[in-house]
């Protein structure tokens, strides 16, 4: 009886852990702030099905060995073809912010806008780049 229990206890631990976004999630992208001090890092997260939604991850971390701060979250659309800079372009617009344009070939453009202030980063899901 314990037996039983055990294995499906260690089943449903590891089917969780196989479908988890970590488990899932790539590195696309990763730009330095002009003064260098923080980092914006974009990921891609691998749908569970394959018609199913990618979604990219915008984070900020401060320096090479920091914590990574999620800051935004999006879903887009894909096409089959592997996402590039045109779907996804990052780029510091000052020292303290950032933006981030999520364009997918048939939806309308979205953004994430990062800023940091104090060492917290914050970021804002907007429609348009």
């Known amino acids: 009886m314990w037996r039983g229990q055990a294995l499906g206890i260690a ?7 196989g479908c988890s976004e ?22 891609v997260i691998e749908p569970w099905a ?4 990618h979604f990219v991850v915008v984070y900020a971390q401060l320096g090479a060995q920091g914590a990574r701060l999620r800051v935004g979250r999006a879903e ?3 096409d089959g073809i592997p996402f590039s800079r045109h779907n996804i372009n990052l ?9 981030v344009c999520l364009r997918a070939s048939d939806r309308p453009d979205q953004s994430v806008h990062v800023n940091i202030r104090s060492a917290v980063a914050t970021g804002v899901l907007r429609k348009g780049c």
């Open 91 to 99: 780029r510091w617009t000052s020292d303290t912010e950032a933006l």
């Open 76 to 78: 887009l659309a894909y």
């Open 22 to 43: 970590a488990a899932r999630e790539t590195e696309f992208a990763r730009v330095s702030a002009p003064r260098g001090e923080w980092q914006i890092i974009t990921t």
């Open 50 to 53: 394959p018609q199913g939604p």
């Open 11 to 17: 089943l449903a631990a590891t089917l969780g852990v």
